[in-house]
């Protein structure tokens, strides 16, 4: 998950070097395992990168009081909050339970999408989180991903190699995909470099030579590029 890690960390250094004072103290707490494991696990695979989502986001409460969600998403007017929930923590202090429900309950009067998403399944059986949060999300990520859509962007060949990337964790070896997709490895290559300049797929170089014998897929599984 090399892409993985560049990335996550290129997406906090952007919000860290916006942010100021107490919103950039919170969002050096605030990020810890949780929310990085559901950044991996969940949203990567979903979406291929963090377009629109925002980590410790600042929003206000009933009394006008500001905290901090542990992730949001913004997409077309849309406001949706990831809360990554861990008994430890919210479940055994009953003053700090009915205010999470509160301020649940609030933001959901506000118009918010909330999504409480428990650590433990997160740490277990995350594929269940990703099936639940994609069917939940379908519309709105082809919504994001439809808006000024080039529908003669991606070629037969190109819409293929994405397919089978996502039916292979992302990853593209082109020997096995030319035999898969009964295609010239040459031929393959060709149409893999061409989605990393179309922002579709990254090189991933190996070892010290830097030879690319893998690509990955960025884009999001419920791409209407893909059909």
Not at 21 to 41: S, Y
Not at 204 to 210: K, L, W
């Amino acid at each position: 998950m090399l892409s993985f890690e560049v990335e996550h960390e290129k997406w906090i250094q952007k919000h860290l070097s916006k942010r100021h004072g107490e919103r950039k103290d919170a969002l050096r707490r605030g990020h810890g395992f949780g929310n990085q494991l559901f950044v991996e696990k969940i949203w990567w695979l979903l979406m291929g990168h963090f377009n629109g989502l925002h980590p410790e986001y600042e929003v206000g409460d009933w009394r006008g009081r500001s905290y901090f969600v542990d992730l949001m998403w913004v997409v077309g007017g849309q406001y949706f909050v990831f809360e990554i929930m861990d008994y430890g923590t919210h479940g055994t202090d009953r003053t700090k339970y009915r205010m999470d429900l509160n301020r649940a309950l609030f933001l959901q009067s506000q118009g918010f999408h909330y999504i409480e998403i428990s650590l433990d399944e997160l740490k277990e059986n995350p594929n269940f989180v990703l099936a639940m949060l994609r069917s939940v999300l379908a519309p709105y990520l082809a919504a994001a991903t439809v808006q000024g859509r080039d529908t003669n962007k991606y070629g037969k060949i190109e819409r293929q190699l994405m397919r089978l990337a996502i039916r292979h964790q992302r990853a593209v070896l082109p020997s096995k995909a030319a035999r898969e997709l009964e295609l010239n490895k040459e031929t393959v290559i060709k149409y893999c470099r061409s989605l990393v300049d179309k922002g579709k797929f990254r090189a991933i170089p190996s070892g010290a030579s830097g030879k690319i014998y893998r690509y990955e897929y960025l884009g999001s599984t419920q791409s209407p590029d893909l059909v």
